[in-house]
């Protein structure tokens, strides 16, 4: 199946560990980001990548650090989770910016700190 | 900063009704998105609209897009509970690379 896959589903971790999210997409898209869904259901940017470039670095603390290896991956390793990261982050690609042919969502992994 | 409001933040509704969901802006969008989120999952594209005036439909769902570029809205005609999601609004403006999402309409349709 062509689409975004993204690993763990569920991620549950003590305050203070280190963490990683892993994303692929077999689409061949261009473009990809990861954005972080509150518990009010509000999507946010967090990065966007372009063949492998950072192009977009919202106010994230640099405790998120994404990482893209090739065109078909971004991950997203956090150190010293803090419990205000709980949150669904989500990794999304477009070709090119996405304003036509929109953006393609992994299922999301369900990040709670304790 | 560009931002988008989308009304009614939550709506329940009878299998059969008609509904319309609004998102509206002060900024001017080179193009504009509906999504529909089920739990669980991530957002789905439902449609883009590019130019102003332009008029979507999909199947039982018609999207609009403002003259002005700075709104839309989402309207279901006899809405069944298959509907029930949360829809999202999001927009790309000048000067910006990356959607911005409303903040969603939830909408529950019963049986």
């Known amino acids: 199946d062509t689409a975004v896959s993204q690993t763990p589903k569920y991620l549950v971790t003590q305050m203070g560990n280190d963490k990683s999210i892993k994303c692929e997409q077999n689409?061949?898209?261009?473009?990809m980001y990861w954005y972080k869904q509150d518990s009010k259901k509000f999507l946010k940017i967090m990065f966007s990548?372009?063949?492998?470039?950072?192009?977009i670095n919202e106010t994230v603390p640099n405790r998120f650090s994404p990482k893209s290896p090739d065109k078909a991956h971004l991950n997203l390793h956090i150190n010293s989770l803090e419990l205000g990261d709980s949150a669904v982050y989500f990794c999304?690609?477009?070709?090119?910016?996405?304003?036509?042919?929109?953006?393609?969502f992994g299922s999301g992994t369900r990040l709670t700190v304790v | 900063t560009q931002l988008l409001e989308q009304s009614p933040q939550f709506l329940s509704i009878q299998e059969g009704e008609n509904l319309t969901v609004y998102c509206n802006s002060s900024?001017?969008?080179?193009?504009l998105q509906w999504y529909r989120q089920e739990p669980g999952e991530g957002p789905v594209l439902l449609v883009t609209?590019?130019?102003?005036?332009e008029v979507k439909k999909l199947k039982r769902l018609t999207f609009q897009f403002g003259d002005a570029r700075k709104d839309s809205s989402l309207h279901i005609t006899a809405a069944q509970p298959g509907d029930t999601g949360l829809y999202l609004c999001?927009?790309?403006?000048?000067?910006?690379?990356?959607?911005?999402f409303g903040k969603g309409t939830m909408l529950l349709v019963s049986p």
């Open positions: 609209v590019v130019t102003g005036g």
């Open positions: 999001a927009g790309v403006s000048s000067g910006y690379s990356t959607l911005t």
């Open positions: 999304a690609s477009s070709q090119d910016l996405g304003t036509e042919t929109g953006y393609t």
């Open positions: 900024s001017v969008f080179s193009s």
């Open positions: 990548y372009n063949n492998k470039e950072l192009i």
């Open positions: 689409l061949g898209h261009d473009t």
